[in-house]
């Protein structure tokens, strides 16, 4: 069977999440928009898990949360918005971004390689964090229209610290996007004290259904629907609602607020994740781990390797460890044989054999369908030992 070291790729729905969508599947007349009983139960029942996804982001009223098929639809959905409302406005965002952020920038502002670009990319530290003079710089440039940066970086898990910078745009008069899609049940969210106007979630990275996202947006910030059409969630995103997936989505939701306050559940995650690394970090000489180790998430850990006798990159460990049934990514985007060195590990001053070197292991709660248990992850560990001792080989 699969060993599953990739949960912040994607997470399976839970159990509970799947008994709570099953009746919803099949259910004549549950579309949330009649009149009739079957249809006002189903607008009960997204009105619950509405408010069970505030919950998870700190309690703002639920009619700030609008539900979408996904993160990148909400990301898009805010970035657009913003580049509605200023149309001559500009953009700001980190180089350590998910590709959802800096496309959805790219085709709003114009990507920051071309001519009429209206986008600043803030650097990032060696350890993965942001620029926040050169953000505070950039904001008092004139005429931002949008910020966006992430919360849990979905490749190193660095935890990026965002106090201040929602009164620093408000006072700019930009928008204030995060993308929190890798943070729920890992750190814990609140939209006040983020101070933002708009946040992005995905159902399938917190043992949600996959094909479900939300987003929450501040009150009286104006949204552009991506989708138009008939008036559901409140003119900002048409189409008859997914009844199911929002349920389970809500159930998700539930269980990811719980964990994320969870010190027992936390540091858990932490020992496993520890264990993993510990032992990779002694079996692969010159082996070293991406991104702050003191403020991450507890499930994940980027390792990069010293390939640079082999001429070869994580494509190739990847390779051998899926050949064992070990699930895990690089840090990059993949094609069969090379990958392309990962952006954010470039951003953070790697070269490109580092960067393209580099292994992410991610993992999830106990008691979730893609635990993994300790001698699982002894054995992770000791295939990603053989895996790197078997390319060393190759190049002697
Ligand atoms: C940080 C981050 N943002 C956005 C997304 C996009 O989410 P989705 O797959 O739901 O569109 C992902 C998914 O990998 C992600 O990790």
Redesign the pocket.
Known sequence: MALHFDC???TAASPEVIEAMLPWLGRPGANPSATHPAGREAGRAVRDARTDVAQLIGGPPPSSIVFTS??????ITAIRSAAVRNPSGKAVLSSA??S??VKAVSACFGGAESSDSRTIRIPVDARGHLDRSALFDALESGDVALVSL?L???ETGVISDLSGIGEACRAAGALFHI?A??APAKTPIDVAVLDCDFL?L????FHGP?GI?ALYVRGGVPVESLIVGGPQEGERRAGTENVPAIVGLGVAAKAAAERSVDAAAQAGMASSRDRLESKILTGCPGSWVNGDVERRAANTSNIGFDLAATGLDATALLALLHDQGIEVSAGSACNSSKSAPSAVLRAMGQDDAKAASALRFSLAHQGTPDAVSPDEVDACGQAVIEAHQALMGLSI
């Open positions: 912040n790729a994607t996904c993160g990148s639809e909400s990301t971004e998910h959802a952020t992430i849990l970086n979905n993308d899609v890798q992005s995905s159902g399938h990275k996959r996202g």
